[in-house]
């Protein structure tokens, strides 16, 4: 089942489109499923792609478009029509249909929404374009069947077949009363499962978990995934129905959540993958290698400033690259745990008790690992007070890194301000400075110097 | 919808136990939604856990079990005795009956299937238990709704009622033929829409996306996040059908992955949360920690053996943090991008094009900072010879650090190993130690010591 895109495959392609071989092209792509051509046109060239787009029909490329990469559909997009958009969009359901639309300048977002021949579809995209971004209401589609309670089966199963025929999949159908508040579901097992003269209220259940359309997304996200639910039904402060999220467009919420976690780990800026131009990725690493410049520039300050013990007590500068990766280390760490426990809702308790947990933690891993340093350079220099100096500092450097570790994803967090930001460079460099200081500092009062 | 765990929750709860007042716990727990129940289980005593669940029936105990977290889990199936054991997994679907029975001795795991009444489960347990893990036999589970492609619409609702109450979710029904080969599949939708004297074999869907029973379970995962798919047939290499994996356990499998990729680039060997004891925290932080150590003692060694030089260029020595740092920064920042682009199947091409693009990106970015680097010291200090020195091993460093960065996890993957062992801990310590040491040589190359 898997298809290859193979460079036999992509030179084919190429010739049959210098050639214009339309029909060719259709039938290589018939049995293609969307999210494979969309990797194609990701593959060939630009021009290419606006070629393949245009021959294939509005059916298929409504659907390879929304599997696009952001950049390159915004290159295609910017070579159709406002007519040709709207084009696609009417054959997409609403969640996708107002996430492309979104991405227009607003210009053009108006010119595409005129055009589009289905008054409803313009109705709801407007509707779903109102609500602010990473919002239950973004990510819902309009598209769903709902019942009223006081049909009966057999009416229902006359009724739904117009509905379902929308609705790429039906989960569970909505139960909803005169005023539209959604005040049940049943699914269509259960539907199948029961007699044709029953109503709709004695068979559907009336626990209907659901979402406030201005929930977060990754709230969203975290409620499906804990009670396994494949859709969720989106209300307002009224409990009235507005639309539905289903579990595809969660999957790609966490997996973009993840990406963009470990991207802040590791530094980036943006988005970015391996594929993007030089000058893009500059953009996005630069940055950070920065702040870790200025931060190497202030341990360089530092330890000028202590110059004057360097006569007498030279190794002292030499243990700076461990003192200061150690510090790093462990700040990583601790970061990571806590951001990750935020992520999975795990962190509770209050932050004064976490902070003297890690005090604990870091005061066992700093004595274990000070002991073995204390031993190592008491060997190699043979200058006990030397020893001592380090192994005291690493140990102090750890435990106030890690409390810093532990601290700052907490505090952002009260803050509002997304914690991933303290893991990685921001974490590292500024540990290595303070973690620099503090040695030198405790040194001085060891050594007396 | 939300349930919260307050402390009074809590506390009311504990009364509740201290007074044996069972039917008051019963009907306390009667409305919630069993994944609450588990983290409610996670915050009480454990003698408190195994009172409740001993107390609720085994059909809510079984769903309840299966939310839980590990290490508690683990501990009540210690408490529980194979005839009780066996009659929670009784009321599991076979996927979820197999992962806690998996998770006990060979030994207590015979006595367990032999204790259970229904032979059907028995086998099937048996089957799964018997694939690897990591597969999609390992991932799968035997309930799922199956037709034969000779009969008819009518015949088919009347039979499949019995099958759809087994079931938890019916996504696609799935059609065999007479040796139980998958030929094709179709949905609940398909059949109330269509007519009741039509042939399966006429409404079917021919093409139905499979996977083989020994496939990777992140490739299932991949391939059902990017055709959205909610459930997947499993077969074997003749086309049988042998079960189905759904889409609630890939979202598991994409969190616990992201979780797992995100411990490893920040030094942990285990999983573990805030939570845990500390001598669980230590045993997962503490030997990334020790190779930090390690790695902190090498260059020490290597800043030793160029001890000489100390004399007349001390500020070479005040560099080193710096130097480090920032090969520890792009290193991160390349295996990052390498690794996640390995994850999401972005990264095409030859590894040798990869390099020299990376190459050139850090030749781009180390000169852009040394650049930098070397007004700053010439300000300074004054010196040029020493702005040069440490610039151009800026420059070196960066584009070494970025190579091994882009190269490992490459060359990880290609021999079958999981690339983010390369982020984190492991990249920045090595990166340290071969930044230090070109410094040092370009250093005695440019300043003739």
Redesign the interface.
């Known amino acids: 089942?898997a298809f290859e895109i193979s460079d036999l495959f992509l030179e084919n392609l190429t010739n049959l489109i210098l050639n214009k071989d339309d029909k060719a092209i259709a039938t290589l792509f018939e049995?293609v499923?969307f999210?494979d051509i969309a990797e194609v046109l990701d593959?060939v060239s630009f021009e290419e792609a606006i070629y393949i787009i245009k021959l294939l029909d509005s059916e298929k490329t409504s659907e390879i478009l929304t599997e696009l990469e952001d950049d390159i559909r915004e290159k295609i997009l910017e070579n159709l029509s406002a007519k040709e958009i709207a084009e696609e969009v009417e054959e997409m359901d609403s969640d996708d249909a107002a996430d492309i639309i979104g991405e227009l300048s607003e210009e053009r977002q108006e010119r595409v929404i005129n055009a589009l021949e289905d008054d409803e579809l313009a109705a709801d995209i407007k509707e779903l374009l109102s609500y602010e971004d990473n919002t239950a209401g973004a990510l819902m589609a309009k598209e769903l069947v709902k019942v009223y309670e006081t049909w009966t089966v057999a009416g229902c199963?006359r009724r739904?077949?117009g509905q379902?025929?929308e609705?790429t999949?039906?989960h569970s159908i909505y139960v909803v009363d005169k005023e539209e508040k959604l005040v049940g579901r049943l699914?269509?097992?259960d539907l199948?499962?029961a007699k044709s003269d029953q109503k709709i209220a004695d068979i559907s259940k009336s626990?209907v978990?659901?979402?406030n359309v201005n929930e977060d997304d990754e709230e969203v996200a975290k409620?499906?995934?804990?009670?396994?639910l494949?859709a969720i039904p989106v209300v307002d402060e009224n409990n009235v129905l507005l639309g539905r999220i289903t579990?595809?467009d969660?999957?790609?919420v966490?997996?973009e959540e993840?990406?963009k976690?470990?991207?802040m780990?590791?530094?980036?800026t943006q988005d970015?993958?391996?594929?993007d131009s030089?000058l893009q990725?500059?953009k996005a690493?630069?940055p950070?290698?920065?702040l870790?410049?200025l931060?190497?520039?202030g341990?360089?300050l530092i330890?000028?400033g202590f110059?004057g013990v360097?006569a007498k007590y030279?190794?002292l500068?030499?243990?700076?690259?461990?003192?200061?990766?150690?510090a790093?280390?462990?700040g990583?760490?601790s970061?990571?745990?806590?951001v990750?426990?935020l992520a999975?809702d795990?962190?509770?308790g209050s932050v004064n008790s976490?902070l003297i947990?890690e005090m604990?933690?870091a005061l066992?891993?700093g004595v274990?690992?000070a002991l073995?340093?204390f031993v190592?350079v008491w060997i190699i220099k043979g200058k006990v007070d030397l020893a001592l100096a380090v192994s005291v500092s690493l140990v102090a450097v750890?435990v106030i890194a890690g409390l810093i570790g532990t601290f700052v994803p907490l505090f952002l967090n009260k803050r509002g301000i997304d914690p991933a930001i303290a893991?990685?460079?921001f974490i590292?460099?500024s540990n290595?400075i303070f973690g620099?200081l503090i040695y030198f500092m405790i040194a001085k009062m060891i050594l007396g110097i």
């Open positions: 089942m049995e499923h999210a593959e199963m739904i077949r379902a025929k609705v999949r039906v699914s269509l097992k199948i499962i626990k978990d659901a979402v409620i499906m995934a804990k009670y396994d494949e579990i595809d969660i999957v790609d966490l997996k993840a990406d976690d470990y991207q780990a590791a530094g980036l970015v993958d391996s594929d030089i990725l500059t690493r630069l950070w290698l920065f870790g410049l931060g190497g520039i341990a360089f330890m000028e110059h360097f030279a190794a500068f030499f243990f700076t690259p461990l003192i200061a990766a150690m790093g280390n462990v990583v760490q970061s990571a745990i806590i990750q426990g999975n795990d962190v509770k976490r947990k604990f933690l066992l891993n274990i690992l073995f340093l190592f750890i893991t990685g460079p590292t460099t290595d620099i």
